[in-house]
């Protein structure tokens, strides 16, 4: 797989050339490069596995994002790397499965998607740059708020360091700004949101942001999502160190993430999380870890050691409160704090280090036995230890644990081994743990058993009265399940024409900021697109806005899509069904539909629609569907299938999208390009069950 990847990647070099542009529209993805792309194959004649390795992972797109997500422009003094980097950023709202049973949405920085898919997740994605790099950074506010980009550390312009009420305009929703500035001295850096500073990053909207020290033939992955293992580490890095992790530190309140998942009207939303919450009165009751809470963590953001190894760990912490990260068993040096070098004779070697709210600290692990730097192999739990950092909303174990894993210490299933096997890690996979359903000691000491939990014991009245301390919180109501939604908004619902098509339309459909009304902020118009049946229909859709939309009517067979980033007009077109129906329409962008920008195709007399329009759960079908289709990407550490499928009966239109899996392990071995059939659970669109029918060559 590998090998054959790596050919079509030197098959792409070879046939790219390199054409010479002066200048660019930021939100024009269709420029080409001038990178000689030739030079940049030396790595692989001349390199050996590893600079293959990261070559490839250079070149290699991100699953589910657009090819020109991160774009390698110029390799300026000819040095076989790329030293002018563009990123393009949206910002997207998500829901994620913090720990089981946990849906919480946040806002991120993520690349930019296809019309199909979005590579969102927290936290926002790492970007990884080199020394002296010219850096654009496109933000494309895809999002119903405005937002901008912070770069925190590094040295720029004051014009670009988007601070709202001192230096930047806010990016308003549909529009887009490219941030520029020359990379300077190493070190780990990070950015943010700076719109609603209180607010913002702790929604997600902030990523780590890594310099990494200028070297010839230096290629390496420069957008990594979400955070963790750094697989393709810089030249610099692997002079010193044989592993690398990113550790972003985030908690929060998830009152406040409540909000935009209860709400579809951004003034509610705006007022709400604004006005209404107050961030001083707040206090945390999840502790993230690149994103995750335990057990999660142990899946997505397990720290894989060998002994007598030096693994760099860099640790940014997003949240509102220090954290105090102890390794167990192991001693660590501080190398660098805030991107800056600590002297040699000021390293400190210690057992827990505080890091406070936008610091970062760079740490060198010893692995080992040597009872100085290291205990030993094993399984050794690194946490925030601020005690409710230990819990999910109060229980234990939970919060931002992981562990260093020895080699020889990990099962087949992705999660350590432990002396009793996995069976320790199980209870907690299970969504009632962390209702407070589940007894802490076994039945066998006390008897407690969930029903007596629930009944209480007989008692008199305690002594010294009643406790008047902090409990649960377990009356909040479950919020709506974005996927589910999506799932069910995706069904096709209508069967396509059997006969010859017995008419043409062309409809011209305008889509922007500049078509909302009141309470909304994209739209489309017209909102109601009245067609004949078996007609043949071509929808010309003209972008007024700076960002991406996606003009989508998921209902029909095959599901017909328009996607188009900045102010452009493309055309498709599709042919009706032979019935009357009323079919949903929206664009697809995470998030738009519900701030306004949906509407119906009515073919014919029209008929009662059959999807949820608006926000609310959808009924739970328990039901199993089976699939077919292809391995746009498999993502093991956040538990995501990208496929590309074939219609799914009753279940799902032909389309590519992300599903989540359960257990993680059934995505192990594999690769994009492998054709695959699958189960899925329809009351969670999740993938129960993966058969490979045919492994990419
Ligand atoms: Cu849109």
Not at 89 to 97: A, F, K, P, S, T
Not at 114 to 126: D, I, V
Not at 559 to 572: D, E, M, R
Request: glycine share 8%; with cysteine.
């Amino acid at each position: 797989m590998r090998s054959f990847t790596v050919l079509l990647f030197i098959a792409a070099l070879l046939l790219g050339g390199a054409t010479f542009l002066t200048a660019h529209d930021p939100a024009d993805l269709e420029f080409v490069p001038n990178l000689d792309r030739f030079a940049l194959t030396a790595a692989y004649r001349r390199g050996g596995e590893v600079e293959r390795a990261n070559l490839e992972a250079e070149l290699t797109p991100i699953p589910g994002a657009d090819d020109n997500a991160v774009q390698l422009v110029r390799d300026i003094d000819g040095d076989g790397d790329p030293d002018e980097i563009h990123f393009h950023l949206e910002v997207v709202e998500i829901q994620e499965e913090v720990y089981p049973g946990e849906y919480v949405t946040f806002w991120v920085f993520a690349p930019l998607g296809t019309a199909m898919t979005s590579p969102a997740r927290l936290p926002s994605p790492t970007l990884r740059v080199e020394e002296g790099d010219i850096v654009e950074i496109t933000l494309y506010n895809t999002h119903y708020l405005p937002h901008t980009i912070h770069l925190h550390g590094t040295s720029q312009d004051n014009n670009m360091d988007g601070v709202p009420h001192m230096t930047n305009e806010e990016v308003q929703p549909g529009h887009a700004f490219t941030y520029r500035f020359v990379a300077g001295k190493p070190g780990t850096f990070w950015y943010h949101c700076h719109v609603q500073d209180q607010i913002h990053p702790s929604m997600g909207l902030a990523g780590m942001l890594i310099i990494e020290p200028n070297r010839p033939n230096n290629n390496f992955a420069h957008l990594v999502p979400g955070a963790g293992r750094i697989t393709s580490m810089s030249k610099a890095t692997r002079e010193q160190y044989q592993n690398e992790y990113s550790l972003v530190y985030m908690d929060i309140d998830d009152h406040l993430n409540r909000i935009p998942a209860a709400y579809s009207d951004p003034r509610e939303i705006e007022k709400r999380m604004h006005r209404d919450y107050d961030v001083t009165q707040a206090k945390s009751n999840i502790f993230l870890l690149n994103g995750r809470s335990f057990p999660f963590t142990l899946r997505d953001s397990p720290i894989l050691v060998k002994p007598d190894e030096l693994t760099k760990l860099r640790v940014l912490n997003i949240g509102p409160r220090s954290i105090f990260l102890h390794t167990h068993g192991h001693h660590p040096t501080l190398t660098d704090l805030d991107g800056y070098p600590v002297p040699k004779e000021a390293q400190i070697t210690r057992d827990v280090f505080d890091v406070g709210p936008g610091q970062r600290a760079d740490l060198a692990l010893h692995t080992g036995s040597d009872g100085y730097y290291a205990a030993g192999p094993g399984v050794w739990l690194v946490h925030d230890h601020a005690q409710p950092a230990a819990t999910n909303k109060g229980i234990n174990p939970g919060g931002d644990h992981t562990a260093i894993i020895y080699d020889g210490f990990l099962g087949d299933d992705g999660l350590p081994k432990d002396p009793t096997g996995h069976a320790s890690h199980e209870p907690y996979f299970n969504p009632d743990y962390y209702k407070g359903k589940v007894p802490v000691f076994d039945p066998k000491i006390f008897g407690t058993t969930l029903e007596n939990y629930e009944k209480g014991w007989p008692t008199t009245a305690p002594a010294g009265g009643n406790f008047d301390y902090p409990k649960r919180e377990d009356n909040l109501a479950p919020l709506p399940r974005l996927d589910l939604i999506d799932a069910e908004r995706h069904k096709p619902v209508a069967n396509s024409c059997q006969t010859p098509v017995r008419s043409k339309q062309r409809i011209v459909v305008k889509a922007g900021t500049a078509y909302a009304r009141e309470g909304e902020v994209y739209a489309f118009e017209p909102r109601e697109l009245h067609v004949e049946r078996c007609a043949e229909v071509e929808i010309v859709m003209e972008n007024t806005d700076e960002i991406r939309h996606d003009f989508m009517i998921p209902g029909l067979n095959p599901i017909f899509a328009l996607n188009v980033v900045g102010p452009k007009t493309i055309s498709g077109s599709f042919v009706t069904p032979d019935e009357d129906v009323t079919l949903f329409l929206h664009c697809h962008m995470p998030a738009h539909d519900k701030v306004g920008m949906m509407g119906k195709l009515i073919v014919g007399k029209g008929g009662p629609m059959k999807v949820i329009s608006r926000l609310a759960s959808p009924p739970t079908i328990s039901k199993s569907y089976e699939g077919v289709g292809t391995v746009v990407g498999a993502l093991p550490r956040t538990g995501r299938l990208i496929v590309d499928h074939e219609e799914i009966k009753g279940f799902m239109a032909a389309m590519q999208m992300s599903y989540a899996v359960t257990p993680p392990s059934l995505l192990n071995g594999l690769n994009a390009g492998d054709k695959i059939q699958f189960t899925i659970d329809g009351a969670n669109s999740t993938i129960t069950s993966i058969r490979v029918i045919e492994y990419i060559k």
